[in-house]
């Protein structure tokens, strides 16, 4: 059988076949594959709390955003309030981006999720058959020969050595998500380095290589949209022009 | 039979779904031999959903070897070209 399921089980039975051409004991064989195995649990008890880790500093990282996303829609607001629309349209546009940022951080802290909920039920599952591999183990010390132990050992280990390499398959494909999000939590740490969220008033009059980067990543249209609702909000909620009575409940909605 | 899905767990299906089960591995196979990513989603899906549905959990207390393993559900396209290859991985009936 080709494919990852004929590999699979082709590893997992030279492992136990070349373990049990060693062992002289079988009762050592099988107190030895027990403490693999309790070692086997013990990692990925270590890789759920690594999930942990990653998702609780992404969500970290989006609380960040969200707030740098209401900061720059009142600093929009406050930018047009005072005529300033040039101002007003680099706002709109870094809070198009972390608005994009924020969904893609929250996809991924919703995917992380899943990655914990799967490991942990792996986890129980392993778990269980490690306590059923424990018990048959006492079994087979007690009431087989050395001759027929190996081939009860051979039954056991099979079972409880494909659930291992589940395990530790799930395990990998989780370490490689975690690694994958933590490199684009980074990415945004970065962002938030170059100053693209920071606050408008550190900005200089000239138009930065950031803003030109910014130009080319947001949606033009979509800050063209935002600046005319401001535009028509500001209109009708304050006649004098006075920003002081900017309507600033709005923001939310919007987000 | 009991076939396991990797990272899922594994099922107990009734040995007469042996062929059909093989159909759909083929179906898997087809798709990503003609290189069609949306065909083999589809296909790998059907094949889970079958096993899923006409399965039943196995014991997890019993400590059995699977006769078949399947990838697990997140499986990628690019993946899937290095599984799905020739007879698949459920091969004929005997």
């Known amino acids: 059988m080709p494919g990852m399921g004929g590999r699979m089980s082709t590893v997992i039975k030279a492992k136990i076949s070349k373990l ?5 004991d079988p009762a050592e064989t099988l107190d030895y594959s027990y403490q693999r195995q309790l070692e086997s649990l013990q990692n990925v008890k270590k890789g759920i709390a ?9 969500q970290m990282q989006s609380q960040k955003l969200e707030q740098s996303v209401v900061k720059l829609d009142t600093q929009a607001r406050q930018a047009l309030g005072q005529g300033n629309e040039e101002l007003a349209r680099v706002a709109l546009e870094r809070k198009n981006v972390a608005q994009t940022e924020l969904q893609s951080l929250d996809q991924q802290v919703t995917e992380l999720e899943a990655q914990q909920q799967k490991l942990t039920e792996s986890e129980q ?9 424990r018990t048959k183990k006492e079994v087979i010390k007690a009431q087989y020969s050395a001759a027929e132990a190996q081939v009860r050992i051979s039954e056991a280990a099979t079972g409880v050595g494909e659930e291992m390499a589940d395990v530790g398959l799930a395990m990998q494909r989780a370490t490689d998500k975690t690694e994958q999000m933590r490199a684009r939590a980074d990415a945004v740490s970065e962002l938030e380095a170059a100053g693209t969220f920071e606050d408008l008033t550190a900005l ?9 980067q910014l130009h080319q990543l947001s949606s ?15 209109g009708a909620g304050s006649g004098s022009g006075d920003p002081g009575q900017l309507p600033a409940g709005e923001e939310g909605k919007q987000a | 039979m ?3 899905i990797s990272a899922e767990g594994q099922y107990d ?8 089960l093989n159909d759909l591995d083929d179906a898997v196979v087809a798709a990503v031999e003609a ?15 079958f096993v899923r549905s006409e399965g039943r959990r196995h014991d997890g207390d019993d400590l059995a070897e699977s006769d078949f393993i399947l990838p697990p559900a997140d499986l990628s396209f690019q993946e899937a070209g290095e599984d799905f290859t020739g007879e698949g991985l459920i091969p004929e009936p005997a």
């Open chain 1, 20 to 24: 049990l051409d060693r062992a002289e």
């Open chain 2, 2 to 4: 009991i076939v396991r």
């Open chain 2, 13 to 20: 299906l009734a040995d007469s779904l042996h062929e059909r």
């Open chain 1, 204 to 212: 200089g009059s000239g138009q930065d290589d950031i803003d030109r």
């Open chain 1, 125 to 133: 599952r392993l778990r269980q058959k490690i306590e059923a591999f």
């Open chain 2, 35 to 49: 290189a069609d990513e949306a065909a083999f989603h589809a296909a790998f899906e059907e094949l889970l959903r």
């Open chain 1, 50 to 58: 690594d999930v942990v880790t990653a998702k609780k500093r992404l």
């Open chain 1, 220 to 234: 033009q249209s979509q800050v063209d949209d935002e600046l005319s609702r401001m535009k028509a909000e500001l």
